[in-house]
Every structure is written in structure tokens, then in C-alpha cells.
């Protein structure tokens, strides 16, 4: 197979990522791959915790050979989440990092990559760290400056990655148009959609090649497992990513993939509650008199606000915001709330509070973070679906500490 810089021609499978069954987002999140067990007439998806399958013959099974190559369980999840994307094909990893590496892996020594300069800390490490030691070359690029994207992809480039809503900054990147961009330059569009989750916002029904998430999120929902997937409609890329999950072994297990599929059953009615208080906790912050600066697309002043309201449903669950303070105060701010738990991740029920620069973004360098415009002083919440009077007292008394 010529690597991808030889084949900037090659034909791409595209789809309006519809559901061709007709059935609504929310009968598809609790059926779609999952389908009553054939032998006990089970309601839930088994667990199907086995290794190995016995054949008939040799090479003659069903379908089942090997549980790192096939899994009953974790074929439900990838049917599931790509009907959820309006893709054909679901390919599942043991985290999201693990997803992006096998998105990664497509390309070949020397090819170039082409990405967004806001992206999760975990991704740049991964580029910066480990795939430019395979001989991978990246650009970052503020995704949202669609002169800056054509400046970018002037210079042949092989893949085009990035996020919307971005992690932390949540800025808007127009989809439609940069995957048209790309494609005019021979390159594969990737899309990591997991703030906005399929219920908000398709990716593949805009142009996108490969849609990415961490499953761990909101696709999950409850913060209690690790997992990642990739969902194109794209044959050849199916059929390659499929390959790497398998030679590499970085396949998601059953158990995870029973986990996410009973989050995914409830998504629409999760991001709903998100979304519902995400709005009201962003404007309370952007009428608090220390706050400088909110970030949240739902926000008519967000600079995005109208590429969202194109592209998007609503807006999420996340919101950032800076302090009109100095770094000790706003690490105050984020030791002293109490239903706000100070951790990393997001997009559980429970809401979270993150401090990048210190928490999930330290692997990026300051200069790095600073050119974005990412403070030190910035701060992060996943508004969890918890009753909003209580989440506004929290933070209410979470300030009134910090600059006490």
C-alpha cells in the first residue's frame, strides 16, 4: 500500500452521515448494536469475558477467533457509537489517547501533520514526544483562522487534526470548511468531537474523514471508565485502523465496553441537563465582577458563537473562564469549592473543576499555551447534571473564599 503522501488522489467513500433507519438519536443510543442476546433473549449486551473461541474446523468459526481481534461486546459499542455518528464503522481503543495514536499511525515517516494549536495537553505530548520520534512531522495552527489553515496546508500535508470545541479555550472551527480544505489538499480530515459528543454535533456529515473520542467522557458519563474510538465511513480507512487495533493490541475490553454503551443509552438526556446548566453557570461567571473573561460558544460574545450555532445543537457542558486576579488567588479559587471536584477529566454527572496550566494541559509548554492565549490563571469546569441552585452556591462561596 503507498503511504498516504503518494495517494493524496485516492478515492474517499463519503456519506451524509444519516441514519438510514430512520429512528431518532435517542432510540438509536439505546438500540442500535444491540440486539436482544439470541440464546437467553437478554435485554442488555453480555459481557462476553473470554479470550479464546472454539472452532469447528480449523478456520471454521463464527465469526470469533481471538478476543483481541473480536469481541461480541465490544462489536455492540462500535456499532452503537457509529450509528451515533452517522458513520459505517466504529473502531474501539482501551482510552482516547490510544484512539488518537491509531489515527496517528496511518500516516508514515515523514509525512506531515497539520494541527489545531488548541488541542488536549495529552495529544501535543503524543505528537511531540512520541511521534515525532517515528519520524511524523506536525504544525500547529489556530484552526479557527481559515487564512491561517491555507497558509498551513500550502506545504504538503498528509492529515489535518483538530478539536471543537477546543480543550480549554473552547473556541469554534468551522468544520465543513476545513475539511474542504483538506481534502483539496489531499489530506484526511480528523475531528476529535468529544466535548460536543454526536449528540450536539456530526463531524462525518460535514466532511470530516474520521471522527475521534474519548470515551471516558461524556460517552461514557459517569467517570468510571477509560476508553477511546474512532468512526469514519471511509472502507479503507475502516479496514486500516481495524488492522492497527488488532496488531497493536490496544483494543478496548468488554467490560469497559459494557460500561459505555449504558452510558451512551442515556446521552441525550445527559447533555441536555449539561448543556441547560453549563448556559446558566457561564452567565452567572460573565456577570461576576471578578471575572475577566468567560469562554463558552453558547455566549453571543463568544467569537465562535456563530459557527457553533451553525454546526452545533448546543453548546455542552464546558465552560473556562479567567480570574481579574493574580495565579495564587485563582488556585485558591479552585482548592476552596466543594461540589466542584478538583480533578481531571470531564463530562461526568458529577461536576469538575480542572486548572490546565497545572492539571491536564503540564505537558504543554508555556510559550505554547501563552501563544493560544491559555493563562495560567484559566480554569475549567465540566458541569456535571447536578441541581443548579446548589452548583451556583458552591462556586458563589468558592469566590468568596479565594478573594476573601
Not at 234 to 259: H, Y
Request: net charge negative.
Amino acid at each position: 500500500m503507498l503511504p498516504l503522501r503518494q495517494r493524496r488522489g485516492y478515492k474517499r467513500r463519503m456519506t451524509d452521515a444519516t441514519d438510514h433507519s430512520g429512528h431518532g438519536f435517542s432510540t438509536r443510543a439505546v438500540h442500535a448494536g444491540q440486539e436482544p442476546d439470541p440464546t437467553t433473549g437478554a435485554v442488555m449486551t453480555p459481557v462476553y469475558l473470554t479470550s479464546t473461541y472454539v472452532q469447528e474446523a480449523p478456520g471454521v468459526h463464527k465469526g470469533y477467533e481471538y478476543s483481541r481481534t473480536q469481541n461480541p461486546t465490544r462489536d455492540a459499542l462500535q456499532a452503537n457509537v457509529a450509528a451515533l455518528e452517522g458513520g459505517t464503522a466504529g473502531i474501539a481503543f482501551a482510552s482516547g489517547l490510544a484512539a488518537s495514536h491509531g489515527v496517528f499511525s496511518l500516516l508514515s515517516a515523514g509525512d506531515r501533520l497539520v494541527c489545531g494549536h488548541d488541542v488536549y495537553g495529552g495529544t501535543y505530548r503524543l505528537l511531540d514526544q512520541v511521534m515525532t520520534r517515528q519520524g511524523l512531522t506536525f504544525e500547529t495552527v489556530d484552526t479557527t483562522d481559515l487564512a491561517a489553515v491555507d497558509e498551513a496546508l500550502s506545504t504538503p500535508a498528509q492529515m489535518v487534526w483538530f478539536e471543537t470545541p477546543t480543550n480549554p479555550l473552547l473556541a469554534v472551527t468551522d468544520i465543513a470548511a476545513v475539511c474542504e480544505r483538506a481534502r483539496a489538499a489531499g489530506a484526511i480530515s480528523v475531528v476529535d468531537n468529544t466535548f460536543a459528543t454526536p449528540y450536539l454535533q456530526t463531524p462525518l456529515a460535514l466532511g470530516a474523514d474520521i471522527v475521534v473520542h474519548s470515551m471516558t467522557k461524556y460517552l461514557g458519563g459517569h467517570s468510571d471508565v477509560v476508553g477511546g474510538i474512532c468512526v469514519t465511513s471511509d472502507d479503507e480507512l475502516a479496514e486500516r485502523l481495524r488492522f492497527l487495533q488488532n496488531a497493536v493490541g490496544a483494543q478496548i475490553g468488554p467490560m469497559d465496553s459494557f460500561l459505555v454503551m449504558r452510558g451512551t443509552k442515556t446521552l441525550a438526556v445527559r447533555m441536555e441537563r449539561h448543556c441547560d446548566n453549563a448556559e446558566a453557570v457561564a452567565d452567572w461567571l460573565a456577570a461576576h465582577p471578578r471575572v475577566s473573561t468567560v469562554h463558552y460558544p453558547g455566549r453571543a460574545d463568544h467569537p465562535g458563537h456563530a459557527v457553533a450555532k451553525g454546526q452545533m445543537r448546543r453548546f455542552s457542558g464546558m465552560v473556562s473562564f479567567e480570574l481579574d486576579a493574580d495565579l495564587e488567588t485563582a488556585t485558591r479559587l479552585a482548592s476552596a469549592t466543594k461540589l466542584f471536584a478538583l480533578a481531571e477529566s470531564l463530562g461526568g454527572v458529577e461536576s469538575l473543576l480542572d486548572h490546565p496550566a497545572s492539571m491536564t494541559h503540564a505537558s504543554v509548554p508555556r510559550e505554547e499555551r501563552l501563544k493560544t492565549g491559555f493563562t495560567d490563571g484559566l480554569l475549567r469546569l465540566s458541569v456535571g447534571i447536578e441541581d443548579l441552585a446548589d452548583l451556583l452556591a458552591d462556586l458563589e462561596q468558592a469566590f468568596d473564599t479565594a478573594f476573601a
